[in-house]
Structure formats: C-alpha cells, structure tokens
C-alpha cells in the first residue's frame, strides 16, 4: 500500500509541474481549498498526499484532477501506455509558476468584452517594454 501511496504521490507533482503549479503543499493547499466545495482539508493532508503517505478520497480526487486538468482515473492509478488516448499537455513555459496560471484562470473567466480589454492593455504594456 505504501508504494501505492508513493505513486500516487510521485503522479500528483508531475500533473502540477505540467500544469504549471510548483508542487508545494501550501500550493496545493490553497488551489484545493479554493475549488472544492466541501470541509477544507488541512495543511497536513495535502501534505500527505504529496509526500505519498495518504491517499485523497475519491471527491478530492476528482477536485484535484479538473484542477490540474488530468483525468482522475489516470492521477490516482497511472495510464499504461497503451491505453493513453489523449494527447499531451505542454507544460508551461519556464518561470510561469503558480501565480500566472492563476491570473490566466481568472482571465479566461471574464466575459468576451472584458478579454479584449485585457489582451489590448497586455499589448500596450508589453510594446512599451
């Protein structure tokens, strides 16, 4: 069970490292909180989770999967090779962490006009660099 457990774990850094998320516990910790819509889990039990000594329940599980846009299937058990359909992610460019996938969530949940206005500031500031 143990080596069950260290798997997990070892799968739960690389989604986050693929999505972009440094694999922290205090990351994952406020990422979790901030999604799931039952009792917030403690510090120690995200900890847990990414150091291989527990295993999330199957709620957290599927919370932790659309987070770090893995399937729950492949993040709790792993993909054989040859049962892997999707395509690859690409990770996210070097010194993207934690903070710019937050602002790109936010901003693809903004409604159309209020994008453009952000993609038009984004092209004003970045000519005048």
Do not use: C
């Amino acid at each position: 069970m143990a080596d069950e457990r260290e798997k997990f774990a070892q799968r739960l850094v690389h989604a986050m490292q693929q999505a972009g998320y440094e694999p922290r516990p205090i990351v994952l910790f406020h990422l979790f909180n901030a999604k799931y819509r039952g009792s917030s889990v403690t510090f120690q039990t995200v900890s847990r989770w990414l150091r291989g000594r527990a295993l999330p329940e199957q709620d957290k599980l599927q919370v932790m999967a659309d987070l770090l846009g893995v399937e729950p299937h492949a993040l709790r058990f792993g993909v054989s090779p040859r049962s892997r359909v999707a395509e690859a992610r690409p990770p996210w460019p070097a010194g993207a962490g934690s903070r710019e996938r937050q602002v790109v969530e936010a901003f693809l949940q903004l409604p159309p006009k209020k994008r453009e206005l952000v993609g038009e500031l984004v092209k004003a500031l970045s000519e005048s660099a």
